[in-house]
């Protein structure tokens, strides 16, 4: 069964709101993408297995704790690029893997375009890196990749998610969490979230 963790947090509300806003600029659209990005890897990362390890401090010794091992951070092109930076602040010399979807408008069915996933990721856990969770179809193919690669734990790190992508993500089993800021209302008949933010690549990288 698919975990669904939605940030009850007054930060991460007020960033939403101001996110959502048709007249934010794009380059503030970046920053709270950013802001929201390192609250929400932050929270995915809240079960990541450690282990101990012996420190020195300056006063002496003591037992600490370090991740058993990093997860890979795979973010879907080209929105999930906007919430790379926040999740290499936090995590550091993590594995990167790329995987480039595009979404049939007529079918609303995701297209692979590109994949940097290694062939064999050997148990390691995985967090899935897009800001938004619509249909929940290209959620869906990145996490069927990646556990044909062998991944351990799969993680969803979304900003926004719609209900029946949520669903969907559950139905096909291969997630094993969602990580969210907030689930709004449902999908227009276009595949789009309502009330939702517009397209979160363009409101990133297109027209201002």
Same mark, same amino acid.
């Not at 704790?65 to 092109?77: C, K, Q, S, W």
């Not at 979807?101 to 007529?106: A, K, V």
């Not at 990580?179 to 209302?185: R, S, T």
């Given at each position: 069964?698919?975990? /669904? ?23 503030? *659209? ?14 995915? !990362? #809240? ?17 600490? !704790?370090?991740?058993? #091992?990093?997860? /890979?951070?795979?973010?879907?092109? #080209? ?18 893997? *790329?995987?480039?979807? #595009? ?28 800001? !938004? ?25 979304? /900003? ?49």
């Amino acid at each position: 069964m698919t975990e /669904v963790h939605i940030v009850d947090n007054a930060l991460v509300a007020e960033r939403v709101t101001r996110l959502r806003g048709s007249s934010t600029p794009n380059h503030e *659209f970046r920053r709270l993408l950013s802001d929201l990005s390192s609250v929400l890897v932050y929270e995915a !990362m #809240r079960q990541a297995p450690l282990v101990p390890v012996d420190i020195v401090t300056p006063m002496g010794p003591a037992t600490g !704790m370090r991740f058993e #091992r990093l997860p /890979v951070v795979v973010p879907v092109l #080209r929105a999930g690029l906007g919430m790379l930076d926040a999740a290499l602040d936090l995590l550091g010399d993590v594995q990167v893997a *790329f995987v480039g979807l #595009r979404r049939n408008e007529r079918t609303l069915q995701a297209r692979e375009y590109a994949s940097t996933l290694p062939e064999d990721l050997d148990g390691r856990d995985a967090l899935i890196l897009d800001p !938004m969770l619509a249909t929940g179809g290209s959620f869906v193919h990145a996490c069927e990749l990646l556990r044909a690669a062998g991944a351990g734990r799969v993680t969803a790190v979304c /900003v926004l998610a719609a209900p029946e992508g949520i669903e969907r993500v559950r139905d096909a089993g291969v997630a094993d969490a969602i990580c969210v800021a907030a689930v709004d209302e449902s999908l227009d008949s276009n595949g789009f979230i309502l009330p939702g933010l517009g397209d979160a690549g363009d409101r990133q990288f297109g027209q201002p």
